[in-house]
């Protein structure tokens, strides 16, 4: 039997994000996106990768839509992607450090997208959290978003 208080914080998939290196900066713009230049690190976390992006490295900022629902709680928030991304896959209950160093929202989610319990805790608490959370059987999933800057983080499911 799966421990239902174990987790997997996934990644977003580097190949959706691949073709937008190819637009040019107009492109971009015209979809509210911008290309940008790391200048400093920890500052630009690229939601494929789970890692800061290295001063010098391009990132794009982007609008994404990460909760996909039909409930009022379908939401959308600003992400980087670093250029040469891969797509990261965390181990069960591993948080990676671009994720366990911010300060986060956690939210969370039953199977229709309505959320059901929320809180605001330091990254090094975020698998007790999880937990917590998990311990909630309506609870079907958790959003983290960067709790001072709004940008959306990650997605932890049940592992």
Same mark, same amino acid.
């Given at each position: 039997?799966?421990?239902?208080?174990?987790?997997?914080?996934?990644?977003?998939?580097?190949?959706?994000? !691949? *073709?937008?290196?190819?637009?040019?900066?107009?492109?971009? &713009?015209? =979809?509210?996106?911008?290309?940008?230049?790391? %200048? $400093?690190?920890?500052?630009?976390?690229?939601?494929?990768?789970?890692?800061?992006?290295?001063?010098?490295?391009?990132?794009?900022?982007?609008?994404?839509?990460?909760?996909?629902?039909?409930?009022?709680?379908?939401?959308?928030?600003?992400?980087?992607?670093?250029?040469?991304?891969?797509?990261? !896959? *965390?181990?069960?209950?591993?948080?990676?450090?671009?994720? &366990?160093? =911010?300060?986060?929202?956690?939210?969370?989610? %039953? $199977?229709?997208?309505?959320?059901?319990?929320?809180?605001?805790?330091?990254?090094?608490?975020?698998?007790?959290?999880?937990?917590?959370?998990?311990?909630?059987?309506?609870?079907?999933?958790?959003?983290?978003?960067?709790?001072?800057?709004?940008?959306?983080?990650?997605?932890?499911?049940?592992?």
């Amino acid at each position: 039997m799966t421990d239902p208080l174990r987790f997997r914080i996934t990644a977003l998939p580097a190949e959706e994000f !691949a *073709p937008l290196f190819r637009l040019s900066d107009t492109e971009l &713009r015209s =979809r509210g996106m911008l290309r940008m230049v790391a %200048d $400093a690190k920890p500052g630009f976390p690229c939601r494929v990768s789970l890692e800061d992006a290295e001063v010098g490295e391009t990132v794009i900022l982007l609008p994404f839509v990460h909760h996909r629902t039909e409930s009022p709680y379908r939401a959308s928030g600003p992400i980087f992607v670093r250029e040469c991304a891969a797509t990261a !896959a *965390p181990d069960v209950d591993e948080v990676p450090d671009a994720v &366990r160093t =911010r300060l986060l929202s956690v939210r969370a989610y %039953d $199977a229709e997208g309505m959320m059901v319990r929320s809180e605001v805790v330091e990254g090094n608490e975020l698998a007790d959290c999880a937990r917590r959370h998990f311990a909630d059987p309506s609870v079907a999933a958790l959003h983290v978003h960067n709790a001072r800057a709004g940008c959306y983080s990650c997605r932890i499911e049940r592992a």
